[in-house]
Nanobody
Framework: VQLQASGGGLVQPGGSLGLSCTGS????????MGWFRQAPGKEREFVAA????????RYGDSVKGRFTVSRDNAKNSVYLLMSSLKAEDTAVYYC???????????????????WGQGTQVTVSS
C-alpha cells in the first residue's frame, strides 16, 4: 500500500491541527494504521495507532489526552487531530500501515510494514 500524508503546517502553541493520510494500492481496511513523528536529531517516536475496525487505539505517553486518531475506511484514510499543541510537538509526522492483526506493542517502527513520506508540523509563536 502507498501512503500519502498531508495537513502539516505552522501552528501556534495551544492551537490545533489535523493531519490526514490516504492509502492506495492495497486493502486499506485490513491494515492497522499508525502515526509516528521524528524531530531533528531524534529517533522516530510512536504517536498513535488504530485498529482496522477503529475499536482499539493506542497513544504515546507524550500525546495522550491531546491527540486523537481516527479512520474512515470508505475513504482509505486515517486522521490525527492534534490539540493543545506544544513546541515539543514540532516534528515530521509519518503515517504507517501494518498488515498483521492488532496486538500488544505496535509502538516501534519495526511493527509497521509501509510508510508515507511525512508532513512537517511546526509549533511556534
Amino acid at each position: 500500500v502507498q501512503l500519502q500524508a498531508s495537513g502539516g503546517g505552522l501552528v501556534q502553541p495551544g492551537g490545533s491541527l489535523g493531519l490526514s493520510c490516504t492509502g492506495s494500492g492495497g486493502t486499506f481496511a485490513s491494515y492497522v494504521m499508525g502515526w509516528f513523528r521524528q524531530a531533528p536529531g531524534k529517533e522516530r517516536e510512536f504517536v498513535a495507532a488504530i485498529s482496522w475496525a477503529s475499536d482499539r487505539t493506542r497513544y504515546g505517553d507524550s500525546v495522550k489526552g491531546r491527540f486523537t486518531v481516527s479512520r474512515d475506511n470508505a475513504k482509505n484514510s486515517v486522521y490525527l487531530l492534534m490539540s493543545s499543541l506544544k513546541a515539543e510537538d514540532t516534528a515530521v509526522y509519518y503515517c504507517a500501515a501494518d498488515s498483521r492483526n492488532w496486538r500488544s506493542g505496535l509502538t516501534t517502527v519495526n511493527d509497521f510494514d509501509y510508510w508515507g513520506q511525512g508532513t512537517q508540523v511546526t509549533v511556534s509563536s
